[in-house]
């Protein structure tokens, strides 16, 4: 029992905490903060190119701690982004995490891809990756 008695709160720090140090394994990067950093960016392009729905139904998967940064700063109105090129998404997460000692590119946005192949349920993966744009979904593996 949590010593606040805020069972989920402690739950979901622990996720959170699970999810980013199995992403930085997968990156092989020392630092866990550039880690959830790249998660965070990358989740957020991925919710701006689908739409609203399936944000939501993925949403629902995600550490409470993580959803909250999935769904802040969002405008609705403005998503599904117009720009839909593998270019633009590969450069609106480089913008955020370009300065990241160990960045490597669309590399590193394939590790959080398989990240999230394996703690997303596969059904709401297929619906995420059918949902975004062909050139996108390419550099998600299977």
Do not use: C, Y
């Amino acid at each position: 029992m949590s010593a606040q008695g805020l069972e989920v709160i402690d739950h979901t720090v622990q996720l959170t905490h699970e999810w980013i140090n199995e992403l930085r394994d997968r990156l092989d990067w020392t630092s866990s903060r550039d880690a959830l950093r790249l998660l965070r960016v990358t989740l957020v392009q991925i919710r701006d190119h689908i739409s609203h729905d399936e944000a939501a139904q993925l949403s629902a998967q995600l550490p409470l701690l993580v959803r909250g940064m999935f769904f802040e700063g969002w405008i609705p109105s403005r998503t599904p982004v117009r720009e839909r090129s593998v270019d633009a998404f590969v450069t609106a997460i480089e913008d955020q995490v370009g300065d990241v000692l160990d960045w490597r590119g669309p590399d590193d946005i394939i590790a959080v891809f398989r990240t999230l192949n394996s703690r997303i349920s596969d059904g709401e993966i297929r619906d995420v990756k059918t949902a975004l744009p062909r050139h996108i979904r390419a550099l998600w593996p299977d």
